[in-house]
Protein backbone atom coordinates (compact mmCIF):
# COMPACT_ATOMS: atom_id res chain seq x y z
CA UNK A 1 0.00 0.00 0.00
CA UNK A 2 1.32 3.69 -0.71
CA UNK A 3 2.81 5.54 2.25
CA UNK A 4 2.30 2.70 5.02
CA UNK A 5 5.25 2.45 6.96
CA UNK A 6 4.82 -0.75 7.34
CA UNK A 7 4.55 -1.77 3.94
CA UNK A 8 7.73 -2.21 1.20
CA UNK A 9 10.19 -0.72 0.96
CA UNK A 10 10.51 -0.59 4.47
CA UNK A 11 11.92 2.37 6.03
CA UNK A 12 13.30 0.96 9.35
CA UNK A 13 15.34 -2.40 10.13
CA UNK A 14 13.36 -5.13 11.95
CA UNK A 15 15.02 -6.23 15.30
CA UNK A 16 12.74 -9.78 14.40
CA UNK A 17 11.48 -11.60 11.90
CA UNK A 18 9.72 -14.16 11.41
CA UNK A 19 7.76 -16.18 8.62
CA UNK A 20 4.63 -13.75 7.91
CA UNK A 21 5.47 -10.67 10.74
CA UNK A 22 8.11 -8.56 11.34
CA UNK A 23 9.08 -6.29 14.28
CA UNK A 24 10.80 -3.09 14.87
CA UNK A 25 10.94 -0.20 17.34
CA UNK A 26 8.07 1.94 18.22
CA UNK A 27 9.65 5.54 16.30
CA UNK A 28 7.64 7.26 19.25
CA UNK A 29 8.08 5.20 22.08
CA UNK A 30 6.47 5.89 25.37
CA UNK A 31 9.13 3.54 27.42
CA UNK A 32 12.79 2.31 25.80
CA UNK A 33 12.51 -0.72 23.85
CA UNK A 34 9.07 0.02 22.82
CA UNK A 35 8.32 -2.55 19.96
CA UNK A 36 5.71 -3.13 17.35
CA UNK A 37 5.10 -6.38 16.09
CA UNK A 38 3.36 -5.93 12.19
CA UNK A 39 2.54 -8.74 10.26
CA UNK A 40 4.43 -8.55 6.29
CA UNK A 41 0.65 -8.20 4.60
CA UNK A 42 -1.04 -4.80 4.64
CA UNK A 43 -3.99 -5.70 6.62
CA UNK A 44 -5.85 -2.92 8.73
CA UNK A 45 -7.36 -4.99 11.41
CA UNK A 46 -6.68 -8.00 14.06
CA UNK A 47 -9.97 -9.54 13.12
CA UNK A 48 -9.06 -9.34 9.27
CA UNK A 49 -5.86 -11.12 10.22
CA UNK A 50 -5.74 -15.15 9.49
CA UNK A 51 -5.34 -16.91 12.05
CA UNK A 52 -2.23 -17.83 11.23
CA UNK A 53 -1.15 -14.70 10.75
CA UNK A 54 -2.26 -13.77 14.10
CA UNK A 55 -0.28 -16.84 15.83
CA UNK A 56 2.49 -15.91 14.14
CA UNK A 57 2.23 -12.29 15.22
CA UNK A 58 2.00 -13.62 18.39
CA UNK A 59 4.91 -16.02 18.23
CA UNK A 60 7.31 -13.05 17.35
CA UNK A 61 5.77 -11.03 20.43
CA UNK A 62 7.01 -13.73 22.70
CA UNK A 63 10.62 -14.15 20.60
CA UNK A 64 10.66 -9.89 20.95
CA UNK A 65 10.07 -10.05 24.78
CA UNK A 66 13.31 -12.64 24.91
CA UNK A 67 15.42 -10.00 23.20
CA UNK A 68 14.07 -7.21 25.35
CA UNK A 69 14.55 -8.76 28.46
CA UNK A 70 18.15 -9.88 27.77
CA UNK A 71 19.18 -6.41 25.94
CA UNK A 72 16.60 -3.81 28.32
CA UNK A 73 15.41 -5.73 31.55
CA UNK A 74 12.02 -4.64 31.86
CA UNK A 75 10.30 -6.08 35.04
CA UNK A 76 6.55 -6.22 32.96
CA UNK A 77 5.20 -5.61 29.81
CA UNK A 78 1.79 -4.22 28.02
CA UNK A 79 0.66 -5.31 24.94
CA UNK A 80 -1.88 -4.05 23.11
CA UNK A 81 -3.98 -3.64 19.80
CA UNK A 82 -5.37 -0.17 18.72
CA UNK A 83 -8.28 -1.60 16.20
CA UNK A 84 -9.54 1.26 14.43
CA UNK A 85 -9.83 5.12 14.33
CA UNK A 86 -12.49 5.42 17.63
CA UNK A 87 -9.56 2.99 19.14
CA UNK A 88 -6.68 5.35 18.52
CA UNK A 89 -5.60 3.17 15.18
CA UNK A 90 -3.29 6.11 13.29
CA UNK A 91 -2.16 3.85 10.55
CA UNK A 92 -3.90 1.31 9.15
CA UNK A 93 -1.74 -1.57 9.20
CA UNK A 94 -2.79 -3.80 12.61
CA UNK A 95 0.39 -3.59 14.74
CA UNK A 96 0.99 -5.12 18.18
CA UNK A 97 2.35 -2.40 20.47
CA UNK A 98 5.08 -4.52 23.23
CA UNK A 99 5.94 -2.04 25.73
CA UNK A 100 8.42 -2.74 28.21
CA UNK A 101 7.83 -1.56 32.03
CA UNK A 102 10.44 -0.48 34.30
CA UNK A 103 10.67 -0.05 37.92
CA UNK A 104 8.84 3.61 38.79
CA UNK A 105 8.03 4.50 35.20
CA UNK A 106 4.71 5.34 36.76
CA UNK A 107 4.02 6.17 40.35
CA UNK A 108 0.55 4.03 40.08
CA UNK A 109 0.58 1.68 37.19
CA UNK A 110 -2.13 0.18 38.33
CA UNK A 111 -5.25 0.25 35.83
CA UNK A 112 -2.68 -0.74 32.84
CA UNK A 113 -5.03 -0.04 29.70
CA UNK A 114 -8.35 0.93 31.84
CA UNK A 115 -6.24 4.36 31.96
CA UNK A 116 -7.70 4.89 28.24
CA UNK A 117 -11.06 5.83 30.63
CA UNK A 118 -9.45 7.57 33.16
CA UNK A 119 -12.63 7.92 35.04
CA UNK A 120 -13.42 3.89 35.12
CA UNK A 121 -9.81 3.00 35.43
CA UNK A 122 -9.34 3.29 39.17
CA UNK A 123 -12.35 0.49 40.10
CA UNK A 124 -10.47 -0.61 43.01
CA UNK A 125 -11.70 2.69 44.75
CA UNK A 126 -14.94 2.41 44.22
CA UNK A 127 -15.73 0.30 47.39
CA UNK A 128 -17.21 -2.19 45.56
Known amino acids: MNNC???PPYGFRAIQESESSLALYDSYPVSPG?????PRRH????FDLLEPEQIDL??????????????????????????G??????????????????????VDPRGGIRLIFPEKARYWEDGK
Do not use: M, T
Open 85 to 106: PQAGQSIPHVHLHLIPRYAGDQ
Open 34 to 38: HALIV
Open 5 to 7: PFC
Open 43 to 46: VPSW
Open 58 to 83: LKLANLVKGHLDLERHPIAYNLGIND
